[in-house]
């Protein structure tokens, strides 16, 4: 397990350098001068001679590789440079956000699972009945609803019609993460309902099943103890890209409920030109997610003897 969990962090530094270089690249690319975007900011009236010295001291003048180095260099220790936007370094700002985008999506994903896991089980085992096609009705709304949509559905319901939740969001108070969350996971409640539903159909047409009835077992022990343990586990994936997607991609959710979290952090950064910020957004969100696919990959080795088996023997 030790020598697995090695070669998988081994083989994700590949594609975090990756990351770091296309992000770097595209914001090298962009045609505007950041030395003129920083003083603009600053409300700086930019002569040339005020340019050219603070191009300098921000290091555009050097050559691509050696600002990358340099770049990557310092990000690797935690600076990401200077938001002229927020007038604080790229770091802070970003651990000031992080805390509202994570309570956001770790309250999405509690809600994703406990709303479509016995929602799939229930379509699984009730198939070609009225159950199931209620359920399936739900998982194709909740797949065709636009995010932006049903959170300003949400909004002029229960904020400007009924007056029970506020229409801002304040990070500060549980009552304003409701509807964001609820925003937020409705459109993952259908993906999982559909992947439990499929993983817990092809578990019951199992040889093994059809053997556990002819020995007398009860139905229930059957689906609780056999059925349910064995299809949950590719739902894990589903459920840890879900998180990934969430900690990077709640942008318009933020936005919608006026959020401050990453997502309306990353906004404001493109809208002003912001490149450090924008370039620190995009490799924290790409490393958060990176790592939440190794955690899903971990346990999902950790879950499934076939793996561990097939490690042991040399498959894997």
């Known amino acids: 397990m030790k020598r697995y969990i090695l070669r998988r962090i081994v083989q994700l530094i590949p594609v975090l350098v990756g990351i770091t270089l296309v992000s770097f690249t595209l914001m090298y690319l962009s045609p505007s001068d950041p030395a003129l975007m920083m003083l603009n900011a600053q409300g700086v009236a930019p002569t040339q001679e005020l340019l050219d010295q603070t191009r300098q001291e921000m290091g555009l003048n050097q050559p691509f590789f050696s600002r990358y180095i340099s770049w ?5 220790q935690g600076d990401f440079g200077y938001s002229y936007t927020y007038s604080s370094p790229v770091s802070t700002v970003i651990a000031q956000r992080f ?3 994570f309570i956001l999506s770790i309250a999405s994903l509690i809600v994703v699972i406990v709303v479509a896991v016995p929602l799939g089980i229930a379509a699984a085992l009730h198939k070609g009945g009225i159950t199931s096609a209620i359920i399936h009705f739900f998982e194709f709304f909740s797949l065709s609803m636009p995010t932006f949509w049903l959170g300003l559905l949400l909004i002029y319901i229960f904020a400007l019609t009924l007056g029970w939740l506020p229409a801002i969001s304040n990070s500060t108070k549980a009552i304003g993460f409701i509807l964001p969350v609820v925003a937020l996971s409705f459109s993952y409640i259908g993906r999982l309902i559909g992947q439990v539903n499929v993983d817990v159909t092809e578990e019951l047409d199992k040889p093994y099943i059809v053997g556990l009835r002819s020995r007398g077992i009860p139905r229930r022990q059957i689906i609780w103890h056999h059925v349910v343990r064995n299809a949950l586990l590719p739902s894990i994936t589903v459920v840890g890209l879900a998180l990934g997607a969430m900690l990077s991609g709640s942008v318009t959710t933020e936005m919608v ?3 401050q979290g990453l997502g309306y952090m ?3 950064a493109i809208t ?4 450090a910020l924008v370039q620190g957004y995009v490799v924290i969100t790409a490393f958060f997610f990176v790592m939440v696919n190794l955690a899903v990959d971990l346990i999902y080795h950790a879950c499934d003897p076939q793996l561990r088996v097939g490690a042991k023997g040399g498959v894997r």
């Open 72 to 76: 990557i260099t310092s990000a690797m």
């Open 99 to 101: 805390p509202t985008t």
């Open 257 to 259: 409920f006026s959020l």
């Open 266 to 268: 990353s906004i404001q």
């Open 272 to 275: 002003g030109r912001d490149y």
